[in-house]
């Protein structure tokens, strides 16, 4: 190989790597800082870019993207002096490519201590169920502190979560300890609710079953008050027309024997021989020890010796019957009427007119009027008179 062509091998070869140092392509998203001799030049923009060879030099890519970074648990020690590991999370996008260079060695390092630390500040004066119970606030005072301190290092934090809170074993095995106690507390109280309603309900279903019987018996009652009412009236009834028709049959059986003995004009004589018949039963009876002849017992045996052939005497029943205008008829008795009561039916009394819906809207039972008494036998003996027919003789 001639030594001109090594040279030209070696002139093609400066200008490639001239050409190579002078052009450079920076991709979408990100940024490129260009120092010049050691010094900052500028920042390319996405795009190809032009470089003065051995003179500028790229010093860092930097990604604009929103990048996320988890940091792994950190030991937090809380105002009731528990120790929890918290793991957060942090939503950052760098603003400023060159402060992200110059304004900090390495802003991810940083970022994570200057996390840890304000973590420490802000869950410190916290207890542990605040710490629990408050992450809202936690993220808040967390995102506002790194941002305010790392805007100088361009970049900008958007968010900051807390992905978990890990306690201490005892601490957890309290707190399901109390979650259960918790559980048991609410799961007898909605028992001992449950049992309170269904008291209640049954008590308000006896008052009502209670109610609903006591007024069932009400009606009840005022029913069988009202059919014994009913009941009465109509027996008192019967037995008023019973007394009345045999007040009229005594009545008419006085006179029908009067009648009889009248036409039959009895004397002395038979009436004697009645009176004999009838002695022996006066002495009937076990308790009777002795028996005394009663003085009109010679008048009888006179009556008897009359029947005999002696004088014979008037009867003092013998009485010529009327033919004309007498209170008796000449050709017998008349019994048309004997039997026909002058009383009015029981369907006709006002007490059997009374209806049983009055009875039942009314909210008590309603009086019972008074009843009509049953008829003596004084004012039968009147009614008989009132009829014209004898009056019943004394039982």
Excluded: C
Excluded at 125 to 144: F, K, P
Excluded at 210 to 239: D, H, N, T, V
Excluded at 258 to 274: C, E, M, S, T, V
Excluded at 375 to 390: C, F, H, I, N, T
């Amino acid at each position: 190989m001639t030594p001109a062509l090594i040279a030209l091998l070696v002139v093609a070869l400066f200008v490639i790597i001239v050409l190579a140092k002078s052009v450079t392509i920076v991709p979408q998203a990100q940024a490129k800082v260009i120092e010049r001799l050691g010094r900052y030049s500028r920042t390319l923009s996405p795009g190809l870019s032009v470089l003065v060879p051995f003179v500028d030099r790229v010093r860092a890519t930097i990604d604009l993207r929103e990048q996320v970074i988890s940091f792994p648990p950190q030991p937090v020690i809380t105002s009731d002096n528990l120790q929890v590991g918290i793991d957060t999370v942090v939503y950052f996008q760098v603003t400023d490519p060159r402060l992200a260079v110059y304004g900090i060695a390495n802003y991810i390092t940083g970022m994570e201590q200057l996390t840890t630390t304000t973590l420490r500040n802000v869950v410190g004066g916290l207890n542990l169920e605040g710490a629990l119970t408050g992450r809202d606030g936690i993220n808040s005072q967390l995102r506002e502190v790194l941002d305010g301190t790392t805007g100088p290092w361009g970049l900008r934090v958007a968010r900051v979560e807390i992905k978990a809170i890990d306690p201490p074993p005892s601490i957890r095995d309290s707190m399901e300890k109390q979650m259960r106690a918790d559980r048991d507390k609410r799961a007898i109280i909605l028992t001992a609710e449950g049992a309170r309603q269904s008291a209640i309900t049954t008590a308000e279903g006896q008052k009502a079953a209670a109610i609903l019987s006591a007024e069932g018996k009400k009606q009840a009652a005022i029913l069988e008050a009202e059919a014994e009412r009913q009941s009465r009236i109509l027996r008192a009834e019967g037995e008023r027309a019973a007394l009345f028709l045999q007040a009229q049959g005594q009545a008419k059986s006085i006179e029908t024997v009067f009648q009889a003995i009248h036409d039959g004009k009895p004397d002395q004589g038979l009436l004697a021989y009645q009176y004999l018949q009838t002695l022996p039963k006066i002495a009937q009876g076990d308790a009777n020890k002795m028996w005394i002849v009663p003085s009109e017992f010679s008048k009888a045996l006179e009556g008897l010796a009359n029947l005999g052939g002696a004088a014979e005497s008037k009867s003092w029943l013998d009485v010529e019957p009327s033919t004309n205008g007498g209170t008796r008829p000449v050709d017998g008795i008349d019994t048309s009427d004997w039997f026909e009561s002058q009383l009015p039916r029981a369907a006709d009394q006002p007490e059997a007119k009374i209806e049983l819906s009055s009875i039942m809207d009314a909210d008590a039972p309603p009086a019972i009027p008074h009843m009509p008494p049953t008829p003596s036998l004084e004012q039968a003996k009147d009614d008989a008179r009132s009829d014209g027919v004898a009056p019943p003789a004394q039982p």
